[in-house]
């Protein structure tokens, strides 16, 4: 089956330069809180993948709860 952000969702983190596995992002549901977690390769860190990985991972998930019936929540976005 399908995985489901209630199940908690892994995903890749992949470099588009050089298509290798750079990290990782974790997305989970809890009730009403959506967390998520990050691991970036120590020779990749600090270089803003996940400032783009976090946009990329949020709008699709925003969406899908704007189409839902029951996505009466506030949509995610990112802390800084």
């Known amino acids: 089956s399908c995985p489901s952000m209630d199940q908690g ?3 890749a983190v992949i470099s ?7 990290g990782d992002i974790y997305l989970k549901r809890e009730d009403a809180i959506c967390w998520i977690g ?3 390769s120590p020779d990749n860190a600090r270089q803003g993948y996940i400032r783009e990985v976090i946009p990329a991972v949020i709008t ?3 969406e899908a709860k704007e189409q839902s019936a029951f996505g ?6 990112p802390h800084s």
Not at 16 to 22: A, H, K, M
Not at 72 to 77: E, I, R, V
Request: charged fraction near 5%.
């Open 72 to 77: 009466t929540s506030t949509p995610l976005a």
């Open 16 to 22: 588009v330069r050089t298509n290798s596995l750079i």
């Open 60 to 62: 699709p998930i925003n």
């Open 9 to 11: 969702i892994q995903m």
């Open 38 to 40: 990050y691991t970036i």
